[in-house]
């Protein structure tokens, strides 16, 4: 059940240079991502899990926290549904980006936790890759998600880190902590433990009043479906008729 009284979790404020590092570095680790180098295998499960178990005949979609449109690459999309595309993106920097590399789909700068300016069940698609567990206000996104999909056809798409598993703390330091501090220096803790601020199971509780589970597919070791061995999981979410009883308010 939602414990509404956690949310929305308070973050201390920034330093400047401490929002400048953040606002660098994560445009800097989306790079490096998109660079399909050392990183290729979990990229390539990260956005194909969601093309994959995309609905027959989508027309419209919602990408949430789109980054630098990373996502774009794996899509195969028909000239109406680029048109339908809309990538949301909270950092300006980056929502530039997108603009640059994918001019002919719809790039929104707004945040996700706010109500955005789209009619009750207007996408076939949420996409949601590596970003609910970044959100001080889970409930308020994953209530707008649910709001914003077509009911019949409409599928929550998302991808999230198995943060706190002994794998992910390994693969975090010999990856974005390592590129962290050879360009900044210094500790990278309180970055990573303002950003990831959901864990596997409260992202699990917040969706479950709202959605149910249609598939679901874990990283790298589907075979061993649990948190504490994996780095990622998929999740292919259908919406209910109604929010259950316990869904937040």
């Known amino acids: 059940m939602p414990t509404a009284s956690r949310w929305p979790k308070v973050l201390p404020p920034l330093t400047p240079e401490q929002q400048r590092i953040s606002n660098d570095f994560m445009q800097r680790w989306h790079e490096e991502l998109a660079g399909r180098g050392r990183y290729g295998l979990i990229e390539k499960f990260n956005h194909r899990f969601p093309v994959r178990h995309s609905p027959p005949d989508f027309k419209t979609t919602l990408e949430i926290g789109a980054g630098l449109g990373e996502h774009l690459r794996y899509e195969t999309l028909t000239p109406e549904q680029e048109e339908n595309y809309y990538a949301n993106e909270f950092r300006a920097n980056m929502a530039a980006e997108i603009r640059r590399r994918y001019p002919r789909v719809r790039t929104v700068v707004g945040?996700?936790?706010?109500?955005?300016?789209?009619?009750d069940g207007f996408f076939d698609r949420?996409?949601?890759v590596h970003v609910l567990e970044h959100l001080p206000n889970l409930p308020a996104t994953i209530r707008e998600a649910y709001r914003l999909l077509n009911r019949a056809r409409g599928r929550l798409l998302v991808v999230i880190p198995c943060e706190g598993s002994p794998a992910y703390t390994l693969a975090r330091k010999l990856s974005a902590e390592r590129l962290y501090k050879k360009r900044?220096?210094?500790?990278y803790r309180w970055f990573y433990t303002r950003e990831h601020l959901n864990l596997p199971h409260e992202v699990l509780a917040e969706l479950?009043?709202?959605?149910?589970?249609?598939?679901?597919?874990?990283?790298?070791l589907p075979f061993l479906p649990f948190v504490f061995n994996n780095l990622v999981i998929?999740?292919?979410?259908?919406?209910?008729?109604?929010?259950l009883a316990s869904a937040a308010g």
């Open 111 to 119: 945040d996700c936790q706010q109500r955005l300016d789209f009619p």
């Open 126 to 128: 949420v996409i949601a």
């Open 184 to 187: 900044y220096g210094g500790s």
């Open 208 to 220: 479950d009043p709202y959605f149910t589970i249609e598939a679901r597919s874990f990283f790298p």
């Open 234 to 243: 998929g999740l292919s979410l259908v919406p209910r008729p109604t929010p």
